[in-house]
């Protein structure tokens, strides 16, 4: 690390709300590593988290601990909550921060998140819960930029990784790993090649490596961790909504056209519908022709329904995410949230509103052309088009079993 003095948070003041930042990340040792830098640079600071690999083996329970830059505070353990762990950390989180403001001795609580928590329903918790006490200032995602394509890449359940924070937990690595990514405004980045999920080991980062996380993740900063940067990004601020609406598949902002160090971005838009049953038989091809892809389109035997994409480690999720902004009657728009209305307004169609196909992909050696010839094959016809949304609804009922599975 660069030998540089302690960096102190904003200057305290009586009765203010206690600093949050919370640092996530499926990269345990470069997580850990901006967990160390926070703790040294920040005076007064504080670690607390909770290990949820414990819950099963200590029979039910989730460790806690609470320790600073000389070492561990105290520890203790929260119970199971509808046996999931995940539930245990926010139901004891709050209470924990709200302890640590009262204290008036902590002038940073830094939250170190266990590998598999998303940060998204960590900050909302946070945020919507510890009022007066306690402020969420940043978001972090710690990465070691060697790791980010095996990890990206990993089609593993959590559960076989041993990474589930509950029993009904069906995320992949790469799925939960990309989204961490996507929602931060801060990637932590550590410069030497790390363990992280054991992938890659010993493997320096390279202009490709870097190249990838950029495209990835277009909205975060990358802090190195070794900076004094990073403890001036901690208590910079952090806008929960607008990180909502950078993941929502109405608004999203997602990765631009780019062709950097031979790793590439494709980005695909177009105003017909898809054919239901041509995309579906297309569907393990696309998924596969990418590292990650995400987005939102529209199918021409469910016009009014709003699709999302999201593929990574060779798994896609497509799930309905409501009514296109079109298929809403005028009055229902004043309860549309005002990011998503202006997203529809830019892509507004004479005929079709803000229906239509919005699909990014993001992977070194991608074939772009290859993407989109088969994309533009799985589009209606002109002939299939010509009949109209009447004949449309009639088209194959392929996606049926995705997205009204019998339960």
Same mark, same amino acid.
């Given at each position: 690390?660069?030998? =540089? ?35 040294? +640079? ?41 046996? !999931? ?5 926010? @139901? ?44 969420? &200032? ?21 559960? @076989? ?10 995320? &992949?690595?790469?799925? &939960?790993?990309?989204?961490?990514? @996507? ?20 493997? =320096? ?40 609406? /950078? ?40 998924? !596969? ?6 987005? /939102?389109?529209?199918?021409?035997? /469910? ?15 497509? =799930? ?39 699909? +990014? ?14 994309? =533009? ?31």
């Amino acid at each position: 690390m660069a030998a =540089e003095g302690p960096v102190p948070p904003v200057p305290p003041v009586p009765g203010a709300p206690l600093p949050v930042v919370l640092v996530g990340g499926l990269h345990a040792d470069a997580r850990r590593a901006t967990v160390e830098r926070l703790l040294h +640079t920040v005076p007064g600071s504080v670690a607390l988290h909770h290990d949820l690999a414990t819950a099963t083996a200590a029979g039910g329970t989730v460790r806690r601990t609470v320790r600073d830059r000389t070492g561990l505070l105290h520890e203790g353990e929260t119970p199971l909550v509808n046996d !999931c762990a995940c539930c245990a950390l926010r @139901e004891d989180l709050v209470p924990e921060l709200e302890r640590l403001a009262d204290s008036a001795l902590c002038r940073l609580a830094v939250v170190e998140l266990w590998d598999s928590v998303e940060p998204k329903a960590m900050a909302e918790v946070v945020a919507a819960h510890c009022g007066d006490d306690a402020r969420l &200032t940043g978001v972090f995602t710690a990465v070691d930029p060697a790791l980010v394509l095996p990890t990206l890449a990993n089609g593993d359940d959590l559960a @076989e990784a041993g990474l589930a924070a509950a029993p009904t937990d069906e995320r &992949t690595v790469g799925d &939960t790993f990309a989204r961490q990514l @996507e929602y931060v405004s801060v990637l932590a980045v550590v410069e030497a090649a790390t363990a992280g999920t054991g992938e890659g080991e010993g493997e =320096e980062a390279d202009a490709g490596d870097y190249a990838l996380l950029t495209q990835l993740a277009p909205a975060a900063r990358q802090v190195p961790v070794d900076s004094a940067e990073l403890a001036a990004a901690a208590v910079a601020g952090f806008d929960v909504q607008a990180a909502a609406a /950078r993941q929502h598949p109405a608004c999203a902002l997602l990765p631009q056209e780019a062709d950097v160090h031979g790793v590439a971005t494709l980005v695909w838009r177009g105003h017909r519908p898809f054919h239901p049953g041509r995309l579906y038989e297309a569907l393990e091809d696309l998924t !596969c022709a990418a590292a990650r892809s995400r987005g /939102r389109f529209w199918l021409a035997d /469910r016009p009014d329904t709003l699709l999302s994409w999201d593929a990574a480690g060779g798994a896609l999720c497509v =799930e309905n995410a409501g009514p296109w902004l079109a298929a809403l009657p005028d009055a229902a728009w004043e309860m549309v949230p005002a990011e998503r209305r202006v997203a529809a307004s830019l892509d507004w169609h004479p005929e079709h509103g803000d229906r239509g196909q919005y699909l +990014t992909f993001t992977s070194p050696g991608l074939d772009g052309a290859g993407l989109r010839s088969l994309l =533009e094959s799985c589009l209606l016809t002109d002939a299939e088009y010509a009949g109209g949304p009447d004949a449309w609804r009639g088209l194959s009922r392929a996606f049926d079993q995705l997205l009204d599975p019998v339960s």
